[in-house]
């Protein structure tokens, strides 16, 4: 008999984390309508045309594919077979992918249904992805998304909402202490301009971007690999230890980008976000100017976002930025669009390890009934739909058995109050309620009870 598993990166969830979960999800529901989103959905599996390229050569190879439907093998070129080609195979056997991400299916979508859109279309949603990637703390392969995007505006207002959007919710959440990092595309090439590698802007970005990981000596080796020079990363150096306030690294960049067009325009498009940023009130993030954010994906073109907790350590719980034609890969030119992702299972974890979870959604049983015998079941059994009818989350102990065991399983449901009916309750009509938190226990009239529950 095999052993009984599941793949590594994938979980399962008790009813006590899926209901921990749900409460994430709603929080950044309710906050996505308030801020005027709409919810979509996209399947699964897209066309896996339509997720490689989009990614950087390491995120392709972190897409899973799924094998055609049949005997795969049967039209397969038996050169590459011998040759255990395993890219050119895959081309051969595979023509479907789990998502990646939910923002380039949303770009498919956009191109499909841009008659039915009116622009600017704020879009939200909540849905899983999946990355062929190594599980660890916090990283999984099988994980939620929690997007929000706006595509067909440029207004640097969108990008402002998008950070208000973040405090909101993580507020809500109760996090007080957490950084909500801001970077620039344009900035980047600016960077790569003026060292005199701009066709080497994507391999400076995918490098800066592992800063965190590697640390800046790790970050020269790699660009020395990729084809910077020495003299290229003494160019750079300073620019990745600029220090000071927002307003002081953004001086200093004006002068060292002062003969680049882009990246000038980058530093002008971020001077604008925090002038509009300095109108409103912030809750509890801090909003920090990082050159080193670069985030990996290709599609970013203009303001770039990451969110992390000071108060655990964990990686970003959120992440985003401006894309100016991603749909034109799609055949759909000149839309621009910027959207943000909220991590939900690191939120969970930083959640649970900060305790911040509300007591009230670790059940969501308002009562529970017991009983002494069979005639006091059939009584309880009537009084079950009476709650019901009423909306009122309700459950009955299927067997009659001893008290002891019942109050257990009401324990261990989490119920947050106890019906307990016996021949006293069934001859006078009232019936005893114990609420399970505080032990008080009293006895009500159906329609009494009932009022009180609701």
């Known amino acids: 008999m095999s ?7 994938m979980r399962d969830f008790s009813p006590d984390e899926v209901a921990k979960r749900t409460y994430i999800f709603d929080t950044i529901r309710m906050a996505f309508k308030k801020y005027g989103f709409q919810a979509i959905e996209t399947p699964s599996m897209e066309n896996l045309q339509t997720l490689t390229g989009k990614y950087g050569a ?5 897409i899973f594919k799924v094998l055609n439907s049949g005997d795969y093998l049967a039209k397969t070129s038996e050169e590459n077979l011998i040759a255990k080609n395993s890219k050119a195979l895959t081309a051969e056997i595979a023509e479907k992918a789990l998502r990646y991400d939910l923002t380039v299916p949303f770009a498919r979508y956009v191109v499909m249904h841009q008659n039915d859109i009116t622009f600017p279309f704020k879009r939200y949603q909540i849905q899983p992805v999946w990355r062929a990637d190594r599980p660890q703390r916090g990283r999984y392969r099988e994980f939620y998304q929690c997007d929000a995007d706006i595509v067909g505006s440029d207004a640097l207002i969108n990008e402002v909402e998008l950070i208000l ?3 909101e919710v993580f507020s809500k959440l109760g996090l007080s202490d957490f950084d909500i990092k801001i970077n620039n595309r344009k900035i980047l090439a600016g960077i790569a301009e003026i060292i005199g590698k701009p066709d080497l802007i994507i391999d400076l970005t995918v490098a800066i971007d592992k800063i965190d990981k590697i640390g800046l000596d790790g970050v020269e080796r790699e660009l020395i690999e990729k084809g910077f020079s020495p003299s290229d990363l003494e160019k750079l150096n300073p620019v990745l230890r600029l220090s000071g306030n927002n ?3 953004i001086n200093s960049l004006k002068t060292i980008l002062k003969n680049s067009e882009i990246g000038l325009k980058g530093i002008a498009e971020l001077t604008n976000i925090f002038e509009l940023l300095a109108k409103c009130k912030i809750k509890n993030a ?9 985030r990996g994906l290709n599609y970013y073109t203009g303001a770039i976002f990451e969110v992390s907790t000071n108060q655990v350590q ?17 055949g ?5 669009g910027v959207g943000i992702s909220f991590g939900a299972d690191r939120i969970y974890d930083v959640l649970h390890e900060l305790n911040l979870f509300p007591v009230a959604i670790k059940s969501d049983l308002t009562v529970l009934i017991t009983h002494f015998d069979e005639a006091a079941f059939t009584f309880g059994f009537e009084i079950l739909q009476a709650l019901r009818a009423a909306n009122i989350a309700s459950e009955i102990y299927p067997n009659v058995v001893k008290m002891q065991k019942q109050m257990k399983y009401a324990n261990d449901r989490g119920a947050a109050n106890v019906i307990v009916i016996g021949e006293e309750e069934i001859k006078s009509g009232l019936v005893s309620l114990k609420n399970m938190e505080s032990g008080l226990q009293d006895k009500y009239t159906l329609p009494d009870l009932i009022k009180k529950l609701s």
């Not at 052993?3 to 590594?8: D, E, L």
């Not at 992440?319 to 034109?328: A, E, I, K, S």
């Open 58 to 62: 390491e995120g392709d190879q972190l």
């Open 314 to 330: 964990m990686g970003s719980i959120g992440g985003g930025g401006r894309y100016d034609d991603l749909t034109g890969l799609f």
């Open 332 to 336: 759909l030119k000149d839309l621009t």
């Open 3 to 9: 052993k009984v598993g599941i793949p590594k990166g």
């Open 286 to 294: 801090k909003v920090v100017f990082d050159l080193t954010l670069a």
């Open 247 to 249: 307003e002081a690294k």
């Open 165 to 167: 959007l973040y405090d």
